[in-house]
């Protein structure tokens, strides 16, 4: 069965650093999600891509936060520099087209800044 | 804006007592209610999409109903694989973003 991919799984950092995170969406799949989730909440959206298109990052914290999808397949979210309150977990999913219901989630990666 | 509040927090059953979760929404138009499971470390498996006011849908124990302002999510003799933590998301017209509450999570003990 199709699955997202995600890595690292785990990732600690200490804050100002810079830190990197991997997504490969189901293959096939147009739309890429970056999520994040913390600890007791619902994931809230931070960046939409429609192939290699941004389509929404209004809710990106874009001081710090990058995200790219290049030849519109995988996708890298960067954190520079990593504050405490980054703490959290960042999830990708992907889903068969722009509008489409079901949004299939990766593993995550959870991520502590010290 | 869309909003998604669902109750209880956090809900003990036994093995076989069902039960049910609640998912209140304000939307300007809803285009799909959305139910996932979520196991402790990892991401959220989808469960259901409902679209309009008294649809209905099940898979083995869950059943998900829909109302103009709220879902609910049956759990029917639960078991204890049946232990994680079960979110609702909603999508309004015009908008791709899904609007999730912050989730029911639910122990059941043998």
């Known amino acids: 069965e199709a699955e997202v991919a995600q890595s690292p799984r785990y990732k600690i950092t200490e804050k100002s650093q810079a830190v990197a995170f991997w997504c490969d969406p189901i293959s096939g799949h147009a739309t890429l999600y970056w999520y994040r989730q913390i600890l007791g909440q619902g994931p809230e959206l931070l960046v939409q891509?429609?192939?290699?298109?941004?389509?929404?990052d209004s809710q990106l914290p874009k001081d710090r936060f990058s995200a790219e999808r290049l030849k519109g397949v995988d996708s890298t979210l960067k954190i520079q520099p990593a504050e405490l309150g980054d703490s959290a977990m960042y999830l990708c999913a992907s889903s068969s087209q722009m509008g489409a219901d079901e949004q299939f989630f990766g593993p995550g990666t959870r991520l502590t800044v010290l | 804006e869309d909003q998604v509040t669902q109750s209880p927090e956090a809900l003990r059953l036994q093995e076989g007592e069902s039960s049910s979760l609640n998912c209140s929404y304000t939307v300007s138009g809803l285009r799909g209610l959305f139910w996932y499971r979520q196991d402790p470390g990892k991401g959220p498996e989808f469960l259901f999409t409902?679209?309009?006011a008294g649809e209905e849908k099940e898979k083995e124990r869950l059943k998900a109903t829909l109302t103009k302002k709220e879902s609910f999510l049956h759990i029917t003799a639960p078991k204890p694989e049946d232990s994680a933590t079960y979110l609702c998301?909603?999508?309004?017209?015009?908008?791709?973003?899904?609007?999730f509450g912050k989730g029911n999570q639910v122990v059941v003990i043998p």
């Open positions: 998301a909603v999508r309004s017209y015009g908008n791709n973003r899904l609007a």
């Open positions: 409902l679209y309009s």
């Open positions: 891509f429609q192939d290699e298109s941004v389509v929404d």
